[in-house]
C-alpha cells in the first residue's frame, strides 16, 4: 500500500492547536477560521454521505468539503488549472513579479 500523502490540514491538526496558543493575539480572526475549515475539510466535522453498490454491498463514505477559497484540497485543482491555462501566455524567459507598496506621499505620482 503506498504511504499516504500529508497534508496542510494533516499539520493543521497536529501542531495547529499548540501555535494558536502560541500566536494568541497576533493572529486574525479571519486567519484562524481558514485554519479551522482547513482541519475539518473533507472530515465528519462536515457531515458527508454514504454511496454504496447494491449488488455487493460495499459502501463508501465521502465526507463534505470547506469550499473556503484557501483551503489546497477545495481550491488547489482549480488553481492548477488556471495555472496550466495561462502558461501559454507567458514569454518563454525567466522573470520575477515584484510587489511592494508605495508611501503614500508619492503613490499618487507612481501610479
Known amino acids: ?32 477560521k481558514v485554519m479551522s475549515a482547513i482541519e475539518a475539510c473533507r472530515t465528519e466535522a462536515l457531515g458527508g454521505h454514504v454511496a454504496g453498490c447494491a449488488k455487493c454491498g460495499h459502501h463508501h463514505i465521502a465526507y463534505n468539503s470547506c469550499k473556503n477559497r484557501h483551503c489546497p484540497k477545495c481550491q488547489g485543482p482549480a488553481a492548477r488549472d488556471w495555472m496550466e ?3 501559454e501566455d507567458l514569454l518563454p524567459v525567466e522573470y520575477f513579479h515584484v510587489v511592494f507598496t508605495m508611501p503614500a506621499e508619492i503613490a499618487q505620482i507612481a501610479y
Open 1 to 32: 500500500m503506498p504511504r499516504r500523502k500529508l497534508e496542510i490540514a494533516d499539520i493543521f491538526r497536529a501542531l495547529g492547536p499548540a501555535w494558536r496558543q502560541a500566536n494568541a493575539g497576533h493572529v486574525s480572526l479571519s486567519q484562524l
Open 85 to 87: 491555462a495561462r502558461a
